[in-house]
């Protein structure tokens, strides 16, 4: 069965780079063949004029060819690790399953929107759909994956951002939902997404066993042995390195020296071993869910799906490896968040534990780890290997 992609027409106001607007401006008709993806070289090979007469190179499948040509594939691998090729696709799904039925009051439905279509990198839907590419899947087979877990991450953002957990003011370059709506408001919206991502598993994907099974990756990456989890401890690490120095202040000269250093009791919360929990749990469990939903929705086989758990571990971890060095060394305007907070906070992060050369060196291994998962793959995993790069050379 033939399968398009929903293009959709982007505002000149939109806020897009110059690489961006030229893949949109030039994307493909939904009525030709498109090209096969290839991994690009140093010299990208040259396709042919005539893209209406364009077909899938021998042995690859109709499948694999729904995703974008190699020039505009190579143009954006550049600038944001592929990403930019799938956004206009997903832009298109997120606004459309934001859009409520008579009965959401609009404030709410306001702050959803809000939240959901905020600028943002969309790394963890286009890994879906890089994923199901990867595994010969389409874009309209892993597009409600790419929904919920932008959904879920969104919700993430929302409730972390609120005073009682890290009380920032600033996501992605503009005010977080509480501070541009109210505290109440945020917390609901948060809250609807949650049930919104799930029904969008449920009325998007036809086969019930492979709904089913996405249902339940997706509730356990978001439930509290991971991502929940994960802030849980988070939290907790901050709260007792709050807690060691009010003990610090409160000693007197002659136990000075035995107050130096945290307690015995808030030690196994310093450390990179813990740290790493927080972050595979946190981070990294999304990062695993939207390779995970990418491989199942595009039916892969067992070998596939082991690989892409693989990558997706060293991936997830590495992105938040980078994460903290950005906190440490960025810009709030290029980052789009307030920076020095994590430090400000106490909070635990790498580079407090590590330094920066040290944790600039882990991100790395990291990262090389991870595209060595992707050997098995072949080239229909290429847009991965190269999103790997971008994680560790971005800097926002």
């Known amino acids: 069965m033939k399968t398009t992609i929903a293009w959709t027409r982007v505002p000149a106001s939109s806020k897009l780079t110059r690489v961006e607007r030229s893949i949109i401006d030039r994307r493909p008709s939904p009525n030709r063949p498109l090209l096969v993806t290839q991994r690009p070289t140093t010299q990208p090979k040259q396709v042919t004029t005539d893209r209406s007469t364009a077909a899938p190179a021998s042995g690859q499948s109709q499948a694999s060819a729904q995703f974008a040509d190699a020039e505009n594939d190579h143009a954006s691998s550049t600038s944001d690790g592929g990403v930019g090729v799938f956004r206009s696709a997903i832009e298109h799904a997120l606004d459309e399953a934001c859009r409520f039925e008579t009965g959401c009051p609009q404030r709410l439905a306001d702050a959803i929107?809000?939240?959901?279509?905020?600028?943002?990198?969309?790394?963890?839907?286009?890994?879906?759909?890089?994923?199901?590419?990867?595994?010969?899947g389409t874009i309209e087979q892993a597009m409600p994956g790419a929904v919920a877990i932008e959904m879920i991450h969104a919700y993430s953002l929302i409730h972390d951002d609120l005073p009682a957990m890290d009380d920032d003011d600033l996501r992605r370059g503009r005010p977080t939902v509480h501070i541009a709506f109210d505290e109440a408001t945020a917390i609901l919206a948060g809250d609807a997404l949650q049930p919104l991502a799930f029904e969008r598993l449920c009325q998007g994907i036809p086969k019930s066993a492979v709904a089913a099974e996405a249902v339940a990756i997706l509730a356990r990456a978001a439930g509290p042995s991971f991502l929940v989890g994960g802030q849980a401890d988070d939290l907790n690490a901050e709260l007792e390195r709050g807690k060691t120095l009010d003990r610090s202040d409160d000693c007197t000269d002659d136990s000075s020296d035995d107050s130096s250093n945290d307690s015995a009791e808030s030690q196994p919360l310093r450390t990179a071993e813990h740290l790493e929990s927080i972050h595979r749990r946190k981070t990294g469990a999304l990062f695993s869910a939207s390779l995970e939903l990418g491989a199942v929705l595009s039916e892969a086989n067992s070998q596939q799906r082991a690989r892409l758990a693989d990558y997706a571990a060293d991936l997830g971890l590495a992105f938040q490896v980078v994460d903290d060095l950005l906190d440490f060394t960025a810009d709030a305007e290029s980052l789009g968040k307030r920076t020095g907070k994590d430090s400000d906070r106490g909070k635990l992060t790498y580079p407090s534990l590590l330094g920066l050369d040290a944790t600039r060196e882990k991100a790395r291994r990291l990262v090389e780890s991870a595209r060595g998962h992707l050997d098995l793959l072949g080239d229909s995993a290429w847009r991965l290997d190269q999103l790997a790069r971008f994680v560790l050379e971005r800097t926002h």
């Not at 969309?122 to 990867?134: I, S, T």
Request: net charge positive; with cysteine.
């Open 113 to 136: 929107r809000y939240a959901v279509l905020a600028p943002g990198k969309r790394l963890r839907p286009a890994l879906v759909l890089m994923a199901a590419e990867a595994c010969g």
